[in-house]
């Protein structure tokens, strides 16, 4: 296997804290504490920025996330708002369509339905927002409505990251508490409906593969958890395997391919590591499920002169992975499993 | 001051250490000198304490046996004692320290600051909070708090 660097992106000046690929896997968004969101997209053969989106905020914008359509694109900031962008029409302008207030304090996440139907944002406040999407005219041209459908007070200290399952309208919180939440809608209101609990410290990253019935947890205890859910039932989760050993400092970012299945995490100890299952002959008791082994494929030490603070498997091109981290600069990876 | 108003309002006084006496090494401008212990005690020996007019060296919240660097790993460590075992104030000590450490050290270093094993009630809590560089970088962005932060770094470089 082999890993090449394809590009490196300055361009911002301070800290990156999060790289969102947009779901055509052509173009790149990157945010941090310059308080700016850039885009960047190939040229010919040479990835530029092709749109610098600022003034949407008072202070460091933590994430960013791309609605499903790729039309919006959502950025949650320390200064306690998430700001909704949309791109005007016939342009390569990105202009502020609304920004949701309510948070206490920063912003530390936010994230949409698969469906679009839904955003979600969770905030120091210890709080996690759902806004549901009403759309005011019948397309998506910026006149969308966010009315705020839910406040879950389930966590019981600063919540670091929230993540929509991948088909069902269903969502994932985690935080300094140690735990991740999901949560559901009982038809009445939404509802806390899980809790998995065994991590030692703050739980930074999760992601779900791509049927949603497997969540990887990244956390600040070094290592990385993944839980199975019980018969797909989403309210019942069993922790199947837990892999430490490999990171040496917080791993704050986790990204599961849905493309490859391969999973990638990045810590603070400025190293990027791509997990593989070990597809052992299912027999016995290991046809349960009770027990999953993966290993690492690849290792790569000093992939950014710092921290690494995020990592995203682009949607639409296989090994292609995006990492931004606390030297200012973006990253665009080439994963080969194998040589050919 | 009102003394009723300080935590601690007769702090143990201890003797300032001897300043560093420059090696022959040291004076030479071919060898590298790297970055050790004693050095980044010099770097944080000066920092003021909140509510005294003292350092936090002549109040032995920081010491020299309690850095440590790692220069394979670019890791910087240092321990702090608490004057009391109860201090609202050790949340506030360690950023200042942390804050020093990250203006003075190169910025691929990577600074790690927690209290003495035993030393304070809430330890863990307080190490957690030092160890979430989000939350410090929240925090400094917080200009009341890096206000008060600056007053404790004067005078320390």
């Known amino acids: 296997m082999s890993l090449d660097l394809v590009t490196e992106l300055f361009g911002h000046n301070d800290r990156v804290w999060c790289v969102r690929w947009h779901p055509s896997g052509h173009t790149l968004a990157s945010c941090g504490a310059d308080k700016t969101i850039r885009l960047w997209a190939k040229e010919g053969n040479v990835w530029r920025t092709k749109y610098i989106l600022s003034d949407g905020h008072q202070r460091t914008i933590r994430a960013i996330a791309w609605s499903p359509t790729g039309q919006y694109l959502a950025s949650a900031s320390f200064d306690a708002t998430t700001s909704v962008w949309h791109r005007k029409e016939d342009s390569e302008e990105w202009e502020c369509v609304i920004s949701l207030e309510g948070h206490e304090n920063e912003v530390k996440s936010v994230c949409w339905s698969q469906s679009g139907k839904y955003l979600s944002t969770c905030s120091r406040d210890k709080t996690v927002w759902i806004w549901e999407v009403i759309d005011g005219s019948g397309g998506s041209d910026g006149n969308e409505e966010f009315e705020c459908a839910s406040v879950l007070t389930d966590h019981s200290q600063d919540v670091k990251r929230v993540v929509w399952h991948p088909i069902q309208d269903v969502l994932a919180s985690c935080g300094y508490d140690n735990t991740v939440k999901l949560y559901k809608d009982d038809g009445d209101d939404w509802i806390c409906c899980a809790t998995l609990s065994s991590h030692e410290s703050t739980v930074w990253g999760i992601a779900f593969d791509s049927t949603g019935e497997r969540l990887a947890s990244s956390s600040s205890d070094k290592t990385i958890k993944i839980w199975q859910s019980v018969n797909n039932d989403i309210t019942n989760w069993k922790c199947v395997s837990t892999l430490s050993g490999f990171h040496s400092r917080p791993v704050y970012d986790i990204s599961w391919s849905h493309i490859s299945d391969y999973i990638l995490t990045a810590g603070g100890d400025d190293t990027i590591i791509v997990f593989k299952e070990d597809h052992i002959q299912s027999c016995g008791d290991f046809s349960d499920k009770t027990f999953q082994r993966f290993s690492v494929v690849l290792k790569h030490e000093k992939a950014h002169q710092m921290d690494v603070n995020s990592v995203d498997w682009n949607p639409k091109i296989n090994g292609i992975f995006a990492t931004s981290g606390d030297d200012c600069s973006v990253k665009i990876w080439k994963f080969t499993p194998q040589e050919l | ?157």
């Open chain 2, 1 to 157: 001051m009102d003394s009723k108003l300080l935590e601690n309002s007769n702090p143990k006084l201890y003797l300032k250490s001897e300043d560093r006496q420059t090696t022959t090494d040291e004076e030479d401008d071919r060898l590298v000198d790297e970055i050790d212990a004693r050095e980044v005690f010099d770097l944080i020996r000066g920092i003021r304490d909140p509510e005294h007019p003292f350092t936090l060296e002549q109040l032995n919240v920081v010491s020299e046996d309690k850095c440590e660097v790692d220069l394979q790993r670019n890791i910087c460590s240092v321990w702090f004692t608490p004057t009391i075992d109860h201090c609202s104030m050790a949340t506030l000590i360690g950023l200042s320290i942390q804050v020093k450490l990250i203006r003075s050290l190169p910025e691929h270093f990577k600074i790690d600051v927690y209290i003495t094993p035993g030393s304070h009630a809430t330890e863990e809590a307080v190490n957690k909070q030092l160890a979430d560089k989000e939350r410090v970088a929240a925090a400094l962005e917080n200009q009341h708090l890096l206000e008060v932060v600056n007053q404790c770094l004067v005078d320390s470089f």
